[in-house]
């Protein structure tokens, strides 16, 4: 891999988190006047907001980001087949367009969880980020401490969590070849 496909790789992949998180922050209804929910918002209004007018949204689902991180994640493959494979083909990079979001959905999660664990062993006091991602992973969270209950002090749900959606994750991209 050339730098140069590092570093369009990495800014469509940031950018596609943000639009990720965004679609995730607007599911679980977290609080839109956290810090951390207003910078994605801003973040990413200038994309999301004109899809809106052509993409409503249906059952509290936010499709406009959605589709805008199909479209992204659409870009941002096929740059890099034109850029560095001296071709392009549509339905090839809609195909790989949709696994790079599953990829980045994720890796989005993955990170959120990993970030709250070590935040919930260092913060002290509240913290708007650490709230906001408390609202974010709280949902996938409770029904794993209902079988597997915090032992002596200690909540495995995050790591328990964290091994599902690596084998899920891993079980769908074998999937998908």
Known sequence: MTAMQFLIGIVFDLFLM???????LQLVRAD???????????????????LRKIIPGVGGLDLA?????FLVGFAKVSL????????????????NGVVTVLKEAFTLVFWILIIRAIMSWVA?????????????????????????PPLGGLDLSILVLIIGLQFVQLLIMDLLG
Not at 18 to 24: P, S
Not at 83 to 93: I, L, S
């Open 18 to 24: 943000v639009i990720l998180l965004r679609f995730w």
């Open 32 to 50: 839109f006047y956290n810090p951390l929910s207003q910078t994605v918002v801003k973040a990413t209004s200038f994309a999301v907001n004109p």
């Open 65 to 69: 980001s959605l589709v805008l991180a």
């Open 80 to 95: 890099l087949m034109v850029m560095f494979y001296g071709g392009w083909e549509p339905v090839g990079a809609a195909i």
């Open 124 to 148: 002290q006091g509240y913290n708007p980020i650490a709230a906001v991602f408390d609202q974010l992973t709280e949902p996938m969270l409770r029904p794993i401490r209902k079988v597997i």
